[in-house]
């Protein structure tokens, strides 16, 4: 993210309930949640405000950075201040697709096949390390991930609602790594990469550890559910209540071509990015306690939205220029409507 969209999704909208988890309004609910996720995780403002936002537009997220900058803890902080029920797959070279979405097992007492669910159905599903697996598992989420339902002899059986995949990557540099298909990873609502601590966040993490803070036992650390499905279903009615001018659809549109006609991009923004980033564009509107969306919250939300459904040209890639450069070089060129 630039420094001006991290700073404006570290801001803290809205006020905290007194009594997290008694309130019955959704604004409230989800800015306790902001609050409990840091009671376990040091920093990452932009990575909670981006999961808060994919639970808001039904949407799913996808996780980078090196080991031990806390991906699974951050996903698993959620879960524990969600009330929602929460599975986790551990992605490895030899899981199967049939270990993601369930399949048909023989009942030699009936002498008939029954479907056993997979870990899929669920309403949080933790996919971890989601590119050490090759393809072909990965895609077993595609059709659960677009569709919200797991085809399987031919059914389709719906998944629970809500359903995100809150999935979490090594950075595909590293060995053992296979990268997403372009078609997968268009799939994700965002996708937040998670930095290095700075020196004070670190200092913060090891006082932590020192007073006792285990990760392994987040209920110690006094984390405990604050939303739940009821939050999440009434924020969704009044997202879809929100105001739009046609000035700011236009210059979504034209963000998005613009990335289309990028000499340094071979692939650009499809429509789907673009009905993304409104969705998200919302979503942080309405976390803002406004009832309107503005040019600014589109780019708040631009390189988490639009970071990871462009594709560089060999040679740019050689020249340095990164996915998240183009991308600012488009805000930057694109004029913004007042």
Known sequence: MT???????????????????????????????????AKAVVGQDAAVTGLVVALLCGGHVLLEGVPGVAKTLLIRTLSTALSLETKRIQF??????????????????????????????????????????????????????????????????PLPVPFLVAATQNPVEHEGTYPLPEAQLDR???????????????????ARHAAGFD???LGAAGV??????????????????LTVSPEVLAYIVDLC?????????????????????LGASRAWAWLAGRDYVTPDDVKALALPTLRHRVALR?????????????????????????
């Open 215 to 217: 990760p392994r036992d």
């Open 257 to 277: 071509r613009a990335t289309r006609q990028s000499p340094s991009l071979s692939i650009g923004v499809s429509p789907r990015g673009a009905t993304a980033l």
């Open 92 to 157: 490895t070279p030899d899981l199967m697709p049939g270990d993601v979405t369930g399949s048909l097992v023989y009942d030699a007492r009936t002498a008939e096949f029954s479907f056993q669910p997979g870990p899929v159905f669920t309403n949080l599903l933790l996919a971890d390390e989601i590119n050490r697996t090759p393809p072909k598992t990965q895609a077993a989420l595609l059709e659960a991930m677009e569709e919200r339902q797991v085809t399987v002899d031919g059914e389709p059986r």
């Open 188 to 206: 994700f609502l965002l996708k937040l990469i998670l930095p290095l601590p700075d020196r004070d966040q670190e200092f913060q993490v090891l």
């Open 224 to 241: 405990r559910p604050v939303a739940g499905p009821e939050h999440i279903a009434a924020a969704r009615e009044q997202i879809a209540g």
């Open 3 to 37: 420094e001006q969209a991290t700073a404006q999704l570290r801001i803290t909208p809205g006020t905290a309930p007194a009594t997290p988890g008694t309130t019955s309004d959704p604004r409230q609910a989800l800015t306790a949640l902001r609050a409990e996720i």
């Open 314 to 338: 060999a040679e740019a890639e050689m020249e340095g220029v990164t996915a998240d450069s183009v991308i600012q070089a488009v805000l930057a060129q694109t004029p913004a409507p007042r």
